[in-house]
Nanobody, 122 residues
Framework: QVQLVESGGGLVQAGGSLRLSCAAS????????MGWYRQAPGKQRNMVAE???????NYADSVKGRFTISRDNAKNMVYLQMNSLKPEDTAVYYC????????????????WGQGTQVTVSS
């Protein structure tokens, strides 16, 4: 099995910063895309940022210029540096990873972390 464990959420004032971390462990042969999604109360889960194995990145328009995603392939970790936070960034943030679990089987699966709460006060 594969586990994704997030850390780094919390309460911050508007304009502040937080850094989220996510560690993938377990039955991992290779990791493709890693990313962060968020879900506010009563809303659907949306992509915040993603990064592919080669380092390319993709951001939601609402966070461009404020958030930076990075990954450490050797440690199977992905990070999200969040600056200039706004109250509308308040949500549960979920780590996502597309992982190939076995060398013998060329199938990839999507895994999710349990989520970490980010609350930005005005």
């Amino acid at each position: 099995q594969v586990q994704l464990v997030e850390s780094g959420g919390g309460l911050v004032q508007a304009g502040g910063s937080l850094r989220l971390s996510c560690a993938a462990s377990g039955s991992i042969f290779s990791i493709n895309t890693m990313g962060w999604y968020r879900q506010a109360p009563g809303k659907q889960r949306n992509m915040v940022a993603e990064t592919a194995t080669g380092g390319s990145t993709n951001y939601a328009d609402s966070v461009k210029g404020r958030f930076t995603i990075s990954r450490d392939n050797a440690k199977n970790m992905v990070y999200l540096q969040m600056n200039s936070l706004k109250p509308e960034d308040t949500a549960v943030y979920y780590c996502m990873s597309i992982i190939r679990t076995e060398e013998a089987r060329p199938y990839e699966y999507i895994f999710w972390g349990q989520g970490t709460q980010v609350t930005v006060s005005s």
